[in-house]
């Protein structure tokens, strides 16, 4: 049983493309989060939702918008894809805001 | 800057070693910190965390230890085995009430020697 749960996987597109990821978590937590994770392996937190209300909002180009159209899904759209945007990108959730997060297997988006 | 780093990127360790990761966090109001584990091609996981009032916390072959003093914590992993290669992030949690957030150190990756 998947508890946090992501789609696509792999996902290469063009630039100036739309795509959109999407998150499901079956574990009844408050909050999910979107991470994006460079090739670096540096883990940066872009948005975080509790209760469907976005909570946290860091500095992330306006072409990429969440959308949490429940408590257990936080679906991340990107508009007019760059070459930069390439990265792999993990949802997260977990029971409140502050408590042990748990990670999604993440989607590796390429743009060429 | 990152107010979360760590002092070594790579880690190589013989099988059975034991192994220490380091990490040294800037801000001192962080009150919980946690130890994750990421595998080739998965999502971090969860190892094990601490809370500011303690010194030291025991898991399963894993320690994690926390100075206050110096804003330094470490993750022990004893008997080191292959499938313990990974790499090993600490993050420190910030932040209060909905708007705390994990930020998280670069992380180091430990290669386990047969």
């Known amino acids: 049983d998947t508890a946090v749960s992501q789609t696509p996987k792999y996902l290469v597109t063009q630039m100036g493309n739309d795509k959109s990821i999407k998150c499901e978590q079956n574990?009844?937590?408050?909050?999910m989060y979107w991470y994006k994770q460079d090739s670096k392996k540096f883990l940066k937190i872009m948005f975080s939702?509790?209760?469907?209300?976005?909570?946290i909002n860091e500095t992330v180009p306006n072409r990429f918008s969440p959308k949490s159209p429940d408590k257990a899904h936080l679906n991340l759209h990107i508009n007019s894809l760059e070459l930069g945007d390439s990265a792999v990108y993990f949802c997260?959730?977990?029971?409140?805001?502050?408590?042990?997060?748990?990670f999604g297997p993440g989607t590796r988006l390429t743009v060429t | 800057g990152e107010s979360v780093g760590l002092h070594l990127p790579t880690l190589s360790v013989q099988e059975g070693d034991n192994s220490i990761i380091n990490c040294a966090y800037s801000n001192s109001a962080s009150d919980y910190f946690i130890w994750y584990k990421q595998e080739s091609g998965k999502g971090p996981q969860f190892i094990i965390d601490?809370?500011?009032?303690?010194d030291k916390r025991q898991g399963q072959r894993v320690t994690v230890l926390l100075n206050k003093t110096v804003k330094h914590l470490s993750l022990q992993i004893a008997a080191t085995q292959p499938g313990d290669s990974a790499v090993y992030f600490c993050?420190?949690?910030?932040?209060?009430?909905?708007?705390?957030?994990?930020?998280f150190g670069s992380g180091t990756q430990l290669t386990v020697l047969p």
């Open positions: 939702y509790n209760n469907k209300e976005l909570i």
């Open positions: 997260a959730s977990s029971q409140y805001s502050g408590a042990e997060q748990y």
């Open positions: 601490i809370r500011s009032n303690m």
């Open positions: 574990l009844g937590h408050d909050t």
């Open positions: 993050a420190e949690n910030l932040g209060s009430g909905s708007a705390r957030q994990l930020t």
